[in-house]
């Protein structure tokens, strides 16, 4: 007797209409926004019951690639440990356990009968009870014994302040609510920290806070494009409360050692002003892309930081991105970016003042790679730790001398289960734009199995917020790669790959360079044999997930298949919605679409509203009930649309995750279980012999 396969949801239709600027905007779906309705669980529900009966068949391959990925990570292991004061920290890993534990020993870094180990936050016990767990913010006192912490046991990244007593264990009565980044004062006893309001999830108010005393509210920033942050600088001599939008940054300073003292203002807000600061020997050091997008660096009195008294030490540069500023007492190291790739430049100190001779640049020989600062908790210090990986090198921690300028490995991430990184190749080519522009792509692919034109090819793709895609190591792509699929990261226009100038010419009014970047970039990797032109796929999440649903209206023949994280696919009826977090900061992203350039612009590429009739690649759609960033209804309306238009058999399916948030599961087996979800629906519609 044969079944007849599960046919997909239905969600049903009521009508809306909004107009605005002379456009009709309709929305058949916008009910699902009803989060506590039981019609809109329901629905969930069935398109999750859908999903599952559809990559039931591929039950025994999910399994395999579970246990294949399993099997090419160390699920007991321990991180680099670092000193900060009289202790030294690190992580720890056990096998079967889904959360990391955290640790510290007293005066060495490794734990012996004289210095045991003290575990600080074990996150497999805190996690009990709860589908997700999150552990945020953390900030230990000079002395070392007050913890602050903060946790999410939703996914919707509302945090609970927790201060706990590392010398007994005990965890104090009075938790605060909806907490955001915390620092203790030099007193180890006063503690600052943000908290957000309760519709817009921003981070506006500032309070000080004694264990045995109530709250003192600071400071409240009014304006609902920005943020608050607080930390202290490196030497722990200043807290730093930090107000920024996307596009502006405003600092506020206080002496560590006066706690109820008047934060000082160290320049005012600016439109399109953005800058940060840190602090040595009586200077401000301040980032400020006051004289061009890359940012330069300068020097002020602590007495006197106005702009006028601004010395310059490192200059505006047209090619290089001055991304960071570390600082340290007797150098610093400026992290950049140039021609697409990270740099680390180092410069020592000639005196007390800011006078900085060059110091040696770390030298990194692969075509495409990622390297930034580690954990240096130490200002008096003469190494500096960073972080190191590419496409084919595991994650490695190294420690350079600035004296010696020489680099000493401390850590790289094993990779069990017969891994030889011999097998495989990366490059980095250049796609042309339609324009002309030259969009860096880099590649990996396992080398005897590559023939070109051939080959199943994926590509990832995000460019947005400036944020540079990074290129890095994952045990769980080696699942693709030793099938043959060629890997592809798109650096396209609405990153910061090649600077802010190329942020900027894929935001706002010139968005649509981010959507033809990505679909040049398929072209040429195409056209160049990396792959089969028949067996493209596709992925991104969040703002990436509205770039696959961009370039899928308008290249659907291009693709093969679709995996589309919490993807932010509604655009007009979130942009138009100011009461929904994220809304009012992004106008600085997008636009503000009660304007009507902004309006028609943003409707011309919004993936809801450009969905038509037609066929379309196979999609797998995922979301979270509990997402704060990009709400749970965006895909499911998205998804609910399409059902409704498309013309072909390939499979659209929509998974919720009812217990997660943005980032999808929190613990790192269920998290191992999303992905084989992931890869099995890939391998499948590339048509991959497994």
């Known amino acids: 007797m044969t079944h007849k396969p599960l046919p997909p949801p239905i969600a049903r239709k009521h009508h809306t209409q909004t107009s605005l600027h002379g456009a009709e905007l309709t929305d058949d779906y916008a009910w699902l926004r009803e989060k506590e309705n039981p019609e809109v669980t329901a629905y969930l529900e069935a398109e ?43 992580s720890r890993t056990e096998e079967g356990k889904q959360y ?132 202290r600088t490196r030497d722990g001599k200043y807290l730093v409360m930090e107000s920024a939008s996307h596009t502006t940054t405003e600092s506020r300073v206080l002496p560590a050692a006066e706690p109820e003292g008047e934060f000082a203002l160290v320049s005012p807000r600016e439109d399109d002003h953005e800058y940060s600061i840190d602090h040595r020997n009586g200077l401000w050091y301040i980032r400020t892309n006051d004289r061009g997008r890359n940012f330069r660096l300068v020097t002020a009195p602590v007495e006197s930081p ?24 007797g150098f610093f190291v400026a992290c950049e970016r140039e021609a697409g790739l990270p740099r680390l430049r180092l410069w020592s100190f000639t005196g007390d003042g800011p006078q900085a001779a060059p110091a040696g640049e770390i030298d990194f020989p692969e075509p495409t790679y990622s390297a930034q600062p580690h954990i240096n908790r130490v200002f008096e210090t003469q190494t500096f730790r960073y972080a190191y990986q590419s496409l084919v090198t595991p ?101 910061a790959d090649l600077g802010e100038t190329w942020h900027d010419a894929g935001k706002m009014l010139v ?84 304007e009507a350039t902004y309006f028609h612009y943003m409707l011309s590429y919004s993936p809801y509203d450009n969905l038509k009739p037609g066929s379309y690649p196979a999609m797998l759609v995922k979301t979270s009930l509990h997402d704060s960033q990009v709400m749970y209804w965006e895909p499911a309306k998205y998804v609910a649309k399409l059902r409704t238009l498309k013309s072909d058999n390939n499979p659209l399916l929509l998974v919720t995750n009812m217990q997660a948030g943005h980032g999808g599961s929190s613990g790192r087996y269920d998290y191992l279980k999303e992905i084989a979800l992931d890869y099995a629906f890939l391998l499948r519609e590339l048509q991959v012999v497994c």
């Open 48 to 90: 999750n019951a859908y999903a599952q009966a559809v990559m039931a068949p591929l039950e025994a391959l999910r399994e395999s690639l579970y246990n294949e990925m399993l099997s090419h990570i160390k699920q007991t292991d321990v991180s680099v440990p670092y000193p900060d004061g009289a202790w030294w920290y690190y």
């Open 100 to 231: 990391a534990i955290h640790c510290r020993t007293h005066g060495a870094p490794n734990a012996t009968e004289d210095t045991p180990e003290q575990i600080v936050l074990d996150g497999n016990q805190l996690a009990e009870g709860h589908g997700f767990f999150s552990i945020g913010a953390t900030d230990i006192t000079a002395d070392g014994r007050w913890l602050a912490y903060t946790t999410d046991t939703t996914g919707f990244r509302q945090y609970t302040l927790h201060i706990k007593d590392l010398s007994t264990g005990e965890t104090l009565a009075g938790e605060v609510e909806r907490v955001g980044s915390v620092a203790w004062a030099a007193d180890n006893r006063t503690l600052f920290y943000t908290v957000e309001d309760e519709e817009q999830k921003r981070q506006y108010q500032l309070w000080r806070h004694t264990w045995d005393t109530e709250g003192v509210l600071v400071y409240q920033d009014d304006d609902e494009r920005f943020n608050l942050g607080v930390g």
């Open 306 to 329: 106005g702009r006028n008294n601004w010395a310059e030490q490192i200059p505006h540069r047209d090619s290089i991105m001055l991304e960071e500023i570390d600082l340290f007492a």
């Open 395 to 495: 994650s490695s921690v190294y420690e350079y001398n600035v004296a010696g300028r020489a680099s000493t490995l401390l850590k790289q991430v094993e990779i069990p289960g017969g891994f030889d990184r011999a097998l495989y190749a990366s490059e980095r080519v250049h796609a042309p734009a339609p324009d002309g522009v030259l969009v860096p792509v880099s590649l990996v692919y396992r080398k005897d199995l590559y023939v070109p034109g051939h080959n199943p090819l994926y590509i990832y793709g995000y460019g947005s917020y400036g944020y540079s895609l990074p290129v890095g190591f994952s045990s769980n792509r080696l699942s693709l790669l030793d099938r043959g699929v060629v890997m592809a990261y798109a650096h396209i226009r609405g990153g």
């Open 511 to 594: 968005k649509r360079n981010t959507f033809t970047d990505f679909i040049a970039a398929v072209q040429h990797l195409t056209a160049a044999k990396y792959g089969d032109p028949a067996r493209v796929t596709i992925e991104g999440g969040s703002a990436g997930g509205l770039l696959m649903g961009a370039v899928v209206n308008m290249r659907p023949d291009l693709f093969r298949a679709v995996v589309s994280h919490v993807p932010f696919v509604d655009v007009m009826n979130t942009m138009l919605d100011a009461t929904l977090p994220l809304t009012v900061p992004e106008y600085e992203e997008w636009g503000n679409p009660n």
